[in-house]
Nanobody, 127 residues
Framework: QLQLVESGGGLVQPGGSLRLSCAAS????????LGWFRQAPGKEREGVSC????????KYADSAKGRFTISRDNAKNTVTLQMDSLKPEDTAVYYC????????????????????WGQGTQVTVSS
């Protein structure tokens, strides 16, 4: 069974940092484009960042640029989102997603581009 499991969420004060991880089971991420998304209460799910199969192409939403960093470790079958300088508006459930791609440069921050999703991890930024 293909499964993605996120971890690392929690409560953090504004200006703090969190490191989200997503581990895959039942399949290897080595041929998948990966993305991080988030959904705040009452809002649509939005793309935060993505990384291509070979890791050479990354993209960030404007809200994440300069503060978040996506990385992948194919040997460990994981993708990570380092989040620094967190703001209250970053509060949301964060999801990782995967899409099998032959194009190793493919990287998308659009929900429609992904086939597999984790169940999410809550991130709350509050003092």
């Amino acid at each position: 069974q293909l499964q993605l499991v996120e971890s690392g969420g929690g409560l953090v004060q504004p200006g703090g940092s969190l490191r989200l991880s997503c581990a895959a089971s039942g399949f290897t991420l080595g041929s998948y484009a990966l993305g991080w998304f988030r959904q705040a209460p009452g809002k649509e799910r939005e793309g935060v960042s993505c990384i291509s199969v070979d890791g050479g192409n990354t993209k960030y939403a404007d809200s994440a640029k300069g503060r978040f960093t996506i990385s992948r470790d194919n040997a460990k079958n994981t993708v990570t989102l380092q989040m620094d300088s967190l703001k209250p508006e970053d509060t949301a459930v964060y999801y990782c997603a995967a899409a099998p791609k032959l194009d190793w440069d493919y990287c998308s921050v659009y929900v429609q581009g992904y086939d597999y999703w984790g169940q999410g991890t809550q991130v709350t930024v509050s003092s």
